[in-house]
T-cell receptor, first 115, second 117 residues
Framework: KAGVTQTPRYLIKTRGQQVTLSCSPISGHRSVSWYQQTPGQGLQFLFEYFSETQRNKGNFPGRFSGRQFSNSRSEMNVSTLELGDSALYLC??????????????FGDGTRLSIL | AQKITQTQPGMFVQEKEAVTLDCTYDTSDPSYGLFWYKQPSSGEMIFLIYQGSYDQQNATEGRYSLNFQKARKSANLVISASQLGDSAMYFCAMREPNAGNNRKLIWGLGTSLAVNP
């Protein structure tokens, strides 16, 4: 069974640009969550999508947005990039229903660097 | 507010010895779930073990076990017989209480474990 796939693995952008990151979940998983990981703040929850609907949202500005397609693939978009957006962005998938003991399965992440 | 605290920024252990990584949590909700993940330098977050607040026994998964002390609100990860491949960051996370079907996790800042040969 293929794992969670995130593309691209690395990305370099400049301030003011926008970027789109992609995540393909494990087959059959309908929930996709996004996290931002930085050395100072650790992992912070961005949002979760389930069946094409945003089910939960973290405390990030509106420049961070996402969407989920009918095949459960998800994209995350960041507009007007700032230096502080440099981070590892992790995507995680899970079935999305059923027991709360279901772990989230993570991709390798996209490392975004802002110059 | 819910919070996860990992007080050990870095730990060293000799190969084949056991090591305990600390995790304390804060929640007023009686129903919650706790997860441990491992993150090697490659970046991928790897699920290790889960403990539910109502589970009667401490969770175990191979060389990983959880020392769950509910009254103290601690869920320490024990790795037995450490291997060189165990060198990584280790994160404790809590599923947000009253989350329903939501899958938001609250994370500690992690512990960096180095296994010495």
């Amino acid at each position: 069974k293929a794992g969670v796939t995130q593309t691209p693995r690395y990305l370099i952008k400049t301030r003011g640009q926008q970027v789109t990151l992609s995540c393909s979940p494990i087959s059959g998983h309908r929930s996709v969550s996004w996290y931002q990981q930085t050395p100072g703040q650790g992992l912070q929850f961005l949002f979760e999508y389930f069946s094409e609907t945003q089910r939960n949202k973290g405390n990030f500005p509106g420049r961070f947005s996402g969407r989920q397609f009918s095949n459960s693939r998800s994209e995350m978009n960041v507009s007007t990039l700032e230096l502080g957006d440099s981070a590892l962005y992790l995507c995680a998938s899970s079935p999305g229903t059923g027991g709360s003991n279901q772990p989230q399965h993570f991709g390798d992440g996209t490392r975004l660097s802002i110059l | 507010a819910q919070k996860i605290t990992q007080t050990q920024p870095g730990m060293f252990v000799q190969e084949k010895e056991a090591v305990t990584l600390d995790c304390t949590y804060d929640t007023s909700d009686p129903s919650y779930g706790l997860f441990w993940y491992k993150q090697p330098s490659s970046g991928e977050m790897i699920f290790l073990i889960y403990q539910g607040s109502y589970d009667q026994q401490n969770a175990t998964e191979g060389r990983y076990s959880l020392n769950f002390q509910k009254a103290r609100k601690s869920a320490n990860l024990v790795i037995s017989a450490s291997q060189l491949g165990d060198s990584a960051m280790y994160f404790c996370a809590m599923r947000e209480p009253n989350a329903g079907n939501n899958r938001k996790l609250i994370w500690g800042l992690g512990t960096s474990l180095a296994v010495n040969p």
